[in-house]
C-alpha cells in the first residue's frame, strides 16, 4: 500500500488531471464575486460550484488508480512492441559492452553474421574490422567506416550509448561503474550501391595521346618510296591495338595521336604492360632504326577536359624521359611503363640553338645570375655550372656558383679557380651567401639535376622567380615545376655537353678559357666513363669544340686520378662482389678509410660491367650517416626504373639512390626484392 501511495504522476499527465480542480478554484473565485454583488445569484451559484466540486474530486480520486493501471499496462505493451519491432527491423542492428561482446542483436543483423553459436560472442570474431580500436571514445559519438564481410558491403555506424545508473536499476546484468555505456551499431548494406558506383566508375572515359618519338629518324632510315607504307603499318599498330579495348583513335599530325577509351579497358592495357611500345618495333619494310611511340594517358574524376590536361603532362614527361614508354597520369600519382631501351640521340642541334637564344633572353634582362647544381657536386655538375658562368659573363653578368660541400672529385678544380686571380673570390659562394644576393631581378639556373630535393639550397627554388634547369637525366615525377625554361635532353651524355652546345649560341665568338674548356670536357669525360657511354654524334662534336678552345687533356687525366688508399679500397670492393640472378653484380663498401667512398663505389660499378656477361652493376657504399647506391649498365637493362623502385632516380645506364640508413645486408635484400618483381613483371 506503502509503495503505491509512492507512485505519483508527473509531467503533462499530471498537469492533465488537474486542470478540473484549478477551473473548480477559478469558479469559486468567480462564485465570490458574483455574490458580493448579487447575494441571491451568488448563493444560487455557490451550489452548482459546490456539487461540480464533489464530482470533480470524486471522479478524479476515482479514476487515478484507473489511469495508473492503463498506464503501466500500456507501458508494459508499448515495450513489448518496441521490442517486438526492434527484433523485427530491417535494418541490422545490435548492442555491444565495450570490449565488442555482444549482449543483444536482432535477427537481421543475426543473419548478416550467420548462424549464432552458443556462449559470448565477440563481433570481431566475425568482422574483424569492427573491433574496439575504432570504438567511439566519447558520450554520443558516432563513428562510420565501411566494411566487408561475406562478399557484402556494409556502412556501419557505431555510437557510444550512456547508461549512467544502470547497475542501480538492473538486477541481471552489472556494468563497472566507469563503464556504464554501450555500443550500439547497425549496418546499412551498400553493396549494390557500391557495384553501381563502380560500374558507372568503369564506364568513364580516359584521354590519351601517342608520339612516335622518333618520327624524323626512323623515316630517313628507309627508302621514300616506302615511306608511306611504313606510317600505314605503324597506324595500323595503333589503330588495331585501341580497337581491341573499344576505344577510339584519331591522328592529328603525322606522328601524333589522341586517342580515348573507358577505364575498365584501360586495366587492360596496364595488365600487357602497353604491349604497344614494342609491338611497332617488329614493324620493318627496310627502315635500320625501329619507330618507338611515347604514350600519355590521364584520368581524372573532376572532368574530362582535366583528363586531357593530365594526358598532356603524361605525354610531356614521357617525351623528357626518352621516350618509348607509357606515362600515366591521374588523381594519386604518375606511373611509369616501358623504357628499356636507350633511345638514339638525335643529330640536329636546333633544339639547342633555340634554348641557348631563350637563356640569353632571360640573363640580358637580370642584373644577378645564381647558378646551382646538386648536392655532392660531380665534375658534370661543376664543369656545367662553370660553363653556364661564362655564359653570364660573356653577357656581362654577374654570377655566381652555389656551392657548399666541396667534394673530392671537384676539389682540384675548385683549388685551382681559387687561385686563378682572373676569377673574384665571390664566383663560389654558399647557400646562405646566395640567398643574400636573392631580390626581385636575380635568375635562378639550374644544371645537372631537375629534382628539388637534389639541389645544393633547395631554399632557392622558392625565392627566385626567374629560374632555368638545364639537365640531361630523364624526368621524374617530383621535378622542379616552376621553371620559365626548362632543357632536359636525355639523349645528351651529359650537362657539360649541353652546356659546350649552348655557349656557341649564346653570343658572337665566344672564347673559353683554357681552364673553364678543361672543366666542361672533364665533365663529359666522367658521364661518358672516357667516352665509352652514350656517346654520339653532338658529343664528340662539343668535345671538339673544347679541345679547340684549348682543354687540357693530360690536365683532365691528372684530375681524374685515384690515391693509393683510394685504389685500394676500389679493388676490395670488386674482389668482394656477387653475381645475382648470373646478370647482376652487386658489390658493397664496408669500413672505406677513404675521403669520398661514393666516388670510389661509381667507379668499382663501372669497372663491374667489364665482366662477361654481367649487364647491370650495383655498389653500395656508406657516406655521411647513409647508404649510396650507384647502378650501372651497358644497353641491355635500364636501372634508372630500378633504381626509381627505390626512390632514386638518373640516366637509363647510370644512376643512383640513397638509403637513410647503415645496414647494407638490409639494403641489398631490398633492391634484390626490386630485381626480383622486375623480372617476374618483364620490365627487365
Known amino acids: 500500500m506503502k509503495e503505491k501511495q509512492d507512485i505519483r504522476l508527473k509531467g503533462q499527465l499530471k498537469f492533465y488531471l488537474q486542470w478540473p480542480a484549478i477551473m473548480a478554484v477559478i469558479l469559486v473565485a468567480m462564485n465570490i464575486w458574483i455574490y458580493r454583488t448579487d447575494h441571491r445569484a451568488g448563493a444560487i451559484m455557490f451550489f452548482f460550484v459546490f456539487v461540480y466540486a464533489i464530482f470533480v474530486s470524486v471522479m478524479y480520486f476515482y479514476s487515478k488508480s484507473l489511469v495508473m493501471q492503463d498506464l503501466v499496462d500500456f507501458a508494459a505493451q508499448y515495450g513489448t512492441v518496441q521490442n517486438v519491432l526492434l527484433k523485427e527491423l530491417a535494418v541490422p542492428y545490435a548492442v555491444l559492452l565495450e570490449n565488442g561482446k555482444l549482449v543483444w542483436m536482432n535477427d537481421e543483423f543475426e543473419k548478416v553474421i550467420g548462424n549464432r553459436q552458443k556462449g559470448d560472442i565477440y563481433l570481431s570474431k566475425y568482422i574483424p574490422e569492427l573491433n574496439r580500436s575504432v570504438f567511439p571514445r566519447e558520450e554520443n559519438q558516432t563513428v562510420e567506416m565501411e566494411i566487408s564481410y561475406k562478399d557484402m558491403e556494409y556502412r556501419a555506424e557505431l555510437r557510444r550509448v550512456s547508461v549512467e545508473g544502470f547497475n542501480d536499476t538492473e538486477q541481471l546484468l552489472e556494468l563497472p561503474p566507469e563503464k556504464e555505456y554501450f555500443i550500439a551499431i547497425h549496418l546499412q548494406d551498400i553493396t549494390e550501391l557500391n557495384r553501381y558506383i563502380h560500374e558507372n566508375e568503369e564506364q568513364r572515359l580516359v584521354a590519351g595521346l601517342i608520339y612516335i618519338d622518333n618520327y624524323d629518324e626512323f623515316i630517313d632510315s628507309v627508302e621514300e618510296v616506302r615511306q608511306s607504307l611504313l606510317v600505314a603499318l605503324i597506324d595500323r599498330k595503333i589503330n588495331q591495338y585501341i580497337a581491341k579495348v573499344d576505344g577510339i583513335v584519331k591522328k592529328m599530325e603525322t606522328d601524333k595521336y589522341f586517342i ?126 662553370v660553363g653556364i658562368y661564362r655564359a653570364a659573363a660573356v653577357l656581362q653578368k654577374k654570377a655566381h656558383i652555389v656551392l657548399n660541400d666541396i667534394s673530392a672529385s671537384v676539389r682540384a678544380l675548385y683549388e685551382d679557380f681559387s687561385r686563378n686571380s682572373a676569377y673574384p673570390d665571390d664566383m663560389f659562394v654558399s647557400s646562405a651567401m646566395a640567398k643574400e644576393f636573392v631580390g626581385d631581378n636575380t635568375m635562378l639556373i639550374v644544371v ?237
Open 260 to 385: 580515348v577509351i573507358k577505364k575498365q579497358y584501360f586495366k587492360q592495357l596496364e595488365a600487357d604492360k602497353f604491349s604497344l611500345l614494342e609491338d611497332v618495333k617488329s614493324v620493318n619494310v627496310g627502315n635500320t632504326i625501329p619507330a618507338t611511340l611515347s604514350i600519355g594517358l590521364g584520368l581524372s574524376k573532376d572532368a574530362y577536359a582535366q583528363s586531357y590536361n593530365y594526358a598532356r603532362v603524361a605525354i610531356d614527361l614521357a617525351l623528357a624521359r626518352g621516350g618509348d614508354q607509357a606515362v600515366i597520369k591521374d588523381c594519386h600519382g604518375i606511373t611509369y611503363y616501358g623504357g628499356k631501351r636507350e633511345q638514339t640521340s638525335r643529330n640536329t642541334r636546333v633544339k639547342a640553338r633555340v634554348k641557348a637564344e631563350a637563356l640569353r633572353e632571360f640573363i640580358t634582362v637580370k642584373d644577378h645570375i645564381l647558378i646551382m647544381g646538386h648536392k655532392m657536386t660531380d665534375v658534370d655538375s661543376f664543369g656545367a655550372a
Open 448 to 684: 645537372d639535376t631537375n629534382r628539388p630535393k637534389m639541389t645544393e639550397c633547395e631554399d632557392l627554388l622558392r625565392m627566385v622567380k626567374t629560374i632555368v634547369v638545364l639537365d640531361h637525366h630523364r624526368q621524374s615525377s617530383d621535378n622542379i615545376d616552376n621553371a620559365i625554361l626548362s632543357y632536359i635532353e636525355p639523349y645528351a651524355s651529359s650537362t657539360c655537353e649541353m652546356v659546350a652546345e649552348i655557349l656557341q649560341y649564346i653570343g658572337d665568338s665566344v672564347k673559353v678559357p683554357s681552364i673553364e674548356a678543361s672543366s666542361l670536357y672533364a665533365g663529359i669525360m666522367l658521364d661518358t666513363n672516357n667516352f665509352m657511354n652514350r656517346t654520339g654524334v653532338r658529343t664528340f662534336e662539343a668535345a671538339a669544340f673544347l679541345r679547340r678552345s684549348g682543354a687540357d687533356i693530360p690536365y683532365v687525366r691528372k684530375i681524374f686520378r685515384d690515391d693509393m688508399e683510394s685504389y685500394r679500397a676500389k679493388a676490395a670492393i670488386i674482389s668482394k662482389a656477387e653475381v645475382y640472378r648470373k646478370r647482376f653484380a652487386i658489390a658493397k663498401g664496408e669500413n672505406l678509410q677513404i675521403e669520398s667512398p661514393t666516388i670510389i663505389g661509381a667507379q668499382a660499378a663501372n669497372e663491374l660491367l667489364d665482366i662477361d656477361g654481367i649487364m647491370a652493376s650495383f655498389v653500395l657504399t656508406i657516406y655521411n650517416g647513409k647508404i649510396y647506391v650507384s647502378a650501372r649498365s651497358i644497353d641491355e637493362v635500364n636501372v634508372q626504373i630500378i633504381m626509381e623502385r627505390l626512390g632514386g632516380g638518373g640516366h637509363m645506364n647510370a644512376s643512383g639512390t640513397q638509403f637513410a640508413h647503415t645496414d647494407l645486408n638490409r639494403a641489398i635484400r631490398d633492391l634484390k626484392d626490386v630485381l626480383d618483381k622486375m623480372i617476374e613483371g618483364g620490365e627487365i
